[in-house]
């Protein structure tokens, strides 16, 4: 008799199911010798050890099954999905079509459909998922990810078609909380938001792990400007599932736009650490020494891992900065985890300047970590911190011996194998090292230097525009999620203090209309005419750094300070009223004002804020020679002085890897 015959073939399956691996493992022991030439007995042993996660001995036990047998369909099907996750499409590829041309089977099509998916072959993914619905119509997977699948293409109609079709027909009845969620989705891209909202609340009443949810609910509200909302669904989806490092991220980086949760902060940073520490205790995390120090006296290896190498300020950063670094012997490695269709002409540009380049966005976590040890990378700079599509899980099992936080994530990581966190005297004073799990390092200007090479045919004004308006314009260009119900109350007070005064917002998020009802109807309510208040979609960085030359004054934000906005803003020569802060991200225009003798321009308070503002509005012609001494500062200041800047940067890098030498047992 086969062993698939016996009972205890499905006690053991049984068993793998309920995860009672060391029971399964005594009978396969107990039943070895008896079936050693049976490839049934070694295909099941093959799918105990995949079913845990160990794909080397799954691998060499569907092998062996295999070349008891050729002809064993569930050993060759499941190495074929096996070598699908471990992303050896090729291998996988291979078997599948060789099992389709032997038997019409739908678990062949839908993960054959799977892998074609995966390649970004999405007509072939199409067309395996419909041969697999048509050998079983009922088979709720393959219709959703044929569903998933034109969602992905943009064919979002016929995506909201299948999922309906499958609520009506009844074969979604034990999934509707994925489908509602899924409709959701579909919903949210093509930025119907009411319907997409609709449906994620549809979904949570449908699942019992909701956490996806709660984080698709959060990111909406995000993007429509509800901001205590989008943190609150955040926090939720935090509690829902407390190991998803996304989730914590989310709610980590979105906190820091509000006053209301700025002390959950250090809290959730601590419980993003626990949900790391299960990611540590099962992977190899402690870096291992494979360097020559010899052949380091010269040239220290230093890679850069960001999402946002593209029309981002993470580029407009590094643009000028890389050419510069590489004249201190100095080999850059970009590791870019953004997917090549998402290139535009920033990416091509900042990958030239690697010395070596390389797309990491569909590594796993440990791949990643393999391979930049392999490239033996020395320090390792992340670029992204909780923000946007992060990897910074990566850097808790520490694949470089120095890793560090700079630029594009103004505050703690909260992670304690980032050795360093990157700012200046200003924005990361010495006295505030315990609110930073990194070590502070200070530039000896300012904490970061904007490339101007691109910038340099803009025209700025010479003179202030009210001197010809004859009233003053106020100005943001921030993100309009910075601009909280505190801001907007504050910047309504100047309003009502400088008569015929304008308000001038130009933002991404201004093309979601919560967002321009959420700014014109707080204004309108508050006896604020429409036509002193003036918002703007965005348009491209030429256009946008232009729009300054409308502006009088540029209202920072608070408690998120402008960053990259109020480098551009002081480029363009337009003054910044900001607010001093209390940590990095609220202190950046106090460091930028600070570097181009603008003291005056930061105010103690919001009272002081509205105060100066409103002295800075009653003179013009002051306010002119206000823009004639910042022409003058700005032109000649760090900000944009991309050569001092990098010989700072080098000069630091050398110094922490040479006390890490020193400290070290190399």
Same mark, same amino acid.
């Not at 569903?147 to 074969?171: C, F, H, P, R, W």
């Given at each position: 008799m086969s062993f698939k015959q016996t009972k205890v073939y499905k006690e053991i399956i049984d068993l793998i199911k309920i995860k009672s691996f060391d029971k399964a493992k005594e009978i396969f022991n107990n039943n070895q010798k008896q079936y050693q030439n049976d490839a049934s007995f070694f295909s099941l042993l093959g799918y105990f050890y995949d079913f845990s996660n160990n794909y080397t001995e799954a691998k060499k036990y569907y092998l062996e099954a295999i070349s008891l047998d050729p002809e064993i369909f569930d050993a060759q099907l499941n190495l074929a999905i096996l070598y699908l996750k471990v992303r050896d499409f090729n291998s996988s590829e291979i078997i599948f079509k060789h099992l389709s041309k032997k038997k019409e089977n739908c678990l062949v099509y839908y993960n054959l459909g799977l892998l074609q998916f995966e390649k970004k072959n999405y007509t072939e993914a199409i067309l395996s998922f419909k041969k697999a619905i048509f050998?079983?119509?009922?088979?709720?997977?393959?219709?959703?990810?044929?569903?998933?699948?034109?969602?992905?293409?943009?064919?979002?109609?016929?995506?909201?078609?299948?999922?309906?079709?499958?609520?009506?027909?009844?074969?979604?009845?034990f999934n509707l909380g994925i489908i509602y969620n899924n409709i959701g989705n579909v919903y949210f891209n093509i930025k119907n938001f009411n319907l997409a909202y609709n449906y994620f609340l549809k979904a949570l009443n449908c699942l019992s792990e909701k956490g996806s949810v709660y984080n698709?609910?959060?990111?909406?509200?995000?993007?429509?400007?509800?901001?205590?909302?989008?943190?609150?669904?955040?926090?939720?989806?935090?509690?829902?599932?407390?190991?998803?490092?996304?989730?914590?991220?989310?709610?980590?980086?979105?906190?820091?736009?509000?006053?209301?949760?700025?002390?959950?902060?250090?809290?959730?940073?601590?419980?993003?650490?626990?949900?790391?520490?299960?990611?540590?205790?099962?992977?190899?995390n402690q870096y291992v020494s494979v360097f020559d120090l010899e052949k380091f006296k010269n040239k220290l290896r230093i890679g850069f891992l960001s999402s946002d190498f593209k029309r981002h300020p993470v580029s407009y950063y590094l643009l000028d900065h890389l050419d510069e670094l590489k004249k201190y012997d100095l080999e850059l490695h970009g590791y870019c985890n953004l997917e090549e269709k998402f290139y535009d002409d920033y990416t091509i540009k900042i990958s030239k300047k690697f010395n070596f380049w390389n797309n990491i966005k569909f590594l796993n976590d440990i791949d990643l970590v393999s391979k930049i040890k392999k490239d033996k990378i020395n320090i390792l700079i992340d670029l992204s911190g909780h923000s946007g599509d992060n990897r910074i899980n990566v850097f808790a099992l520490k694949p470089a011996p120095i890793q560090i936080n700079w630029a594009g994530y103004l505050a703690s990581t909260g992670i304690k194998e980032i050795d360093y966190i990157l700012g200046d005297k200003i924005v990361t004073p010495k006295s505030h090292q315990d609110k930073y799990s990194e070590s502070i390092l200070q530039f000896k200007k300012l904490w970061a230097c904007l490339s101007v090479s691109d910038l340099k045919s803009l025209k700025f004004a010479d003179n202030t525009p009210a001197i010809n308006n004859k009233y003053i314009t106020f100005g943001s260009l921030a993100n309009a999620n910075k601009i909280n119900k505190k801001v907007l109350n504050t910047w309504l007070r100047i309003l009502k203090h400088v008569p015929n005064s304008k308000l001038f917002l130009k933002s991404f998020e201004f093309k979601i209309q919560s967002h321009i009802e959420r700014v014109k109807f707080f204004f309108l309510n508050n006896n604020i005419e429409k036509s002193r208040i003036i918002l703007e979609e965005p348009s491209d960085r030429p256009e946008t750094l232009n729009?300054?030359?409308?502006?009088?004054?540029?209202?920072?934000?608070?408690?998120?300070?402008?960053?990259?906005?109020?480098?551009?803003?002081?480029?363009?020569?337009?003054?910044? /009223?900001? $607010?001093?802060?209390?940590?990095?991200?609220?202190?950046?225009?106090? %460091?930028? !004002?600070?570097? +181009?003798?603008?003291? *005056?321009?930061?105010?103690?308070?919001?009272?002081?804020?509205?105060?100066?503002?409103?002295?800075?509005?009653?003179? /013009?012609? $002051?306010?002119?020679?206000?823009?004639?001494?910042?022409?003058?500062? %700005?032109? !000649?200041?760090? +900000?944009?002085?991309? *050569?001092?800047?990098?010989?700072?940067?080098?000069?630091?890098?050398?110094?922490?890897?040479k006390n890490f030498v020193n400290n070290s047992n190399l």
């Open positions: 050998q079983e119509p009922n088979f709720f997977p393959a219709q959703h990810h044929l569903a998933m699948t034109y969602e992905v293409i943009g064919n979002y109609s016929l995506a909201i078609d299948i999922y309906q079709k499958l609520i009506k027909n009844n074969i979604g009845r698709n609910l959060g990111y909406l509200c995000f993007q429509i400007g509800y901001l205590e909302k989008s943190i609150l669904y955040f926090k939720r989806a935090t509690k829902e599932d407390e190991t998803n490092f996304n989730y914590h991220s989310r709610f980590i980086a979105t906190s820091l736009y509000s006053y209301n949760h700025k002390d959950l902060y250090n809290e959730h940073t601590k419980k993003f650490n626990l949900a790391l520490e299960k990611l540590k205790s099962n992977k190899k729009a300054y030359n409308n502006i009088d004054i540029v209202l920072d934000t608070f408690p998120y300070s402008g960053g990259t906005t109020n480098f551009e803003a002081s480029w363009m020569c337009v003054p910044i /009223l900001t $607010l001093k802060g209390d940590n990095f991200i609220s202190k950046c225009g106090e %460091s930028i !004002n600070l570097n +181009l003798n603008m003291e *005056e321009w930061i105010a103690e308070d919001i009272e002081d804020y509205i105060n100066k503002c409103i002295l800075f509005s009653k003179d /013009l012609n $002051l306010l002119n020679k206000i823009k004639k001494k910042l022409i003058f500062n %700005s032109r !000649n200041s760090d +900000l944009f002085n991309s *050569e001092n800047f990098s010989k700072d940067f080098s000069e630091i890098l050398k110094m922490v890897w």
